[in-house]
């Protein structure tokens, strides 16, 4: 498939050698921007990139005041093919940042365009020193106090957000689909010297996660035609954008549920089916 031959052309832009890393404005984050520009363009998208590196691609419908449908991720998204026609925009973001690898702050990219990243946000910094607002500057681009309220989308001209994201778990390898719907995102709280008892209970964690998945098993037994429903451990790009409009999720079985390491694995046919399932949305709903 071109799509997929495109995305492993896409994970050799690294800044790491053997495996795939990308942090806000590094080397390889400002090829995979230019590269996922590349596509766009090619699709025939109206591009542009804004002044903290977020990546846009924008197809207009037949009603120009109609709110826009956005879909986006965390630069790892490429497109192929045309649409057709559609009533309402569609708009692609590969957002510059999620992962606070670099910056010790989630969501940069989506927070401006949600609004609620605050000015203040600008003056974090990495270990040696750069702020949020100076690394830009590398790529020639200013961020002010007055660029960042111009990121902001009103809410008013947004119709949805919709994401897709490996699953960080192993649900849908368990009952044995490609697909998950997200239901909502748990929220965490870090704690110190918990004690917790079934923690610190190998065995009894060991006979629960034992039977978790025996429940699972019986359970695909009389729904397989239904769509597992799953609430994400983690967080995602979904998370700030909900502060602007609706949003959904679709996961995506990774092998093992390993994510973060060289060894994350998905399966051509699983994501060329989350791209396909998108499309039947965008047809159906647009």
Not at 185 to 205: F, M, P
Request: aromatic content about 6%; overall charge negative.
């Amino acid at each position: 498939m071109k799509l997929c031959q495109e995305i492993l052309r896409d994970e050799a832009v690294s800044d790491g050698d053997g495996y795939l890393e990308r942090i806000f404005m590094s080397p390889a984050a400002v090829r995979a921007g230019n590269l996922i520009h590349e596509w766009m363009e090619d699709a025939g998208l109206r591009t542009w990139v804004d002044c903290l590196g977020n990546v846009h691609g924008r197809l207009e419908g037949t009603n120009a005041s109609a709110e826009v449908l956005i879909l986006g991720s965390h630069l790892v998204l490429s497109i192929d093919g045309k649409l057709g026609e559609l009533k309402r925009p569609v708009e692609v973001i590969a957002f510059s940042d999620e992962e606070r690898v670099r910056f010790q702050s989630t969501f940069i990219g989506s927070a401006a365009i949600a609004g609620i990243l605050p000015v203040s946000g600008l003056q974090i910094t990495d270990k040696s020193g750069v702020t949020i607002q100076d690394a830009p500057k590398k790529i020639s681009i200013e961020v002010t106090e007055e660029h960042l309220q111009q990121l902001r989308y009103d809410p008013k001209s947004v119709w949805g957000y919709v994401e897709i994201h490996i699953e960080q778990g192993p649900v849908l390898e368990w009952v044995g689909v490609p697909l998950g719907v997200v239901k909502g995102i748990a929220g965490q709280t870090r704690l110190k010297h918990d004690a917790n008892a079934v923690i610190c209970d190998s065995e009894l964690t060991s006979k629960l996660k034992s039977a978790a998945y025996l429940g699972l098993k019986r359970m695909t037994g009389s729904v397989q035609d239904e769509v597992p429903v799953l609430m994400s451990g983690a967080g995602y790009d979904a998370m700030a954008l909900s502060h602007l409009t609706k949003v959904g999720m679709l996961f995506v079985l990774c092998r093992g549920g390993i994510s973060h390491f060289p060894e994350e694995h998905v399966l051509d046919d699983d994501v060329w089916a989350s791209g396909l399932e998108i499309l039947a949305f965008i047809e159906t709903q647009l």
